[in-house]
């Protein structure tokens, strides 16, 4: 029952801004950690960046440190992950992750730590 959704994916050009969001549902508190990966194709899903359950604690991938921010809303339910001065190398799609299970104290960077996934949205950055 537990879903997430991505939103706010599309095409930007270099150095532009992107704000995408994901949304819990089929849980009542979003009280564990949550996290973004991206994935280019033909290349493995990479860590972006992720957030501890009350917000308070963030980590980000070294090549999108000082340009993504993660944030969360508790009582909505969701995720934000805003994107500034953009690169081409930032073309993925986007998966928003939670982990539902084990100590919410915990914030994984690897994929093998979380066990919810979104659908994941395209975010493209031309030149």
């Known amino acids: 029952q537990v879903q997430l959704v991505e939103s706010g994916g599309g095409t930007v050009q270099a150095g532009g801004s992107l704000r995408l969001s994901c949304v819990v549902s089929?849980?009542?508190?979003?009280?564990?950690?949550m996290a973004w990966f991206g994935q280019a194709p033909g290349l493995e899903r990479e860590f972006v960046a992720a957030i501890n359950w009350s917000g308070a604690t963030t980590y980000y991938e070294d090549s999108v440190k000082g340009r993504f921010t993660i944030s969360r809303d508790i009582v909505k339910n969701t995720v934000t992950l805003q994107m500034n001065s953009m690169k081409p190398a930032d073309t993925a799609v986007y998966y928003c992750?939670?982990?539902?299970?084990?100590?919410?104290?915990?914030?994984?960077?690897?994929?093998?730590?979380?066990?919810?996934w979104g659908q994941g949205t395209q975010v493209t950055v031309s030149l």
């Open positions: 089929g849980r009542p508190f979003s009280r564990y950690p």
């Open positions: 992750a939670a982990r539902l299970s084990g100590p919410a104290a915990l914030v994984p960077v690897s994929q093998e730590g979380y066990n919810y």
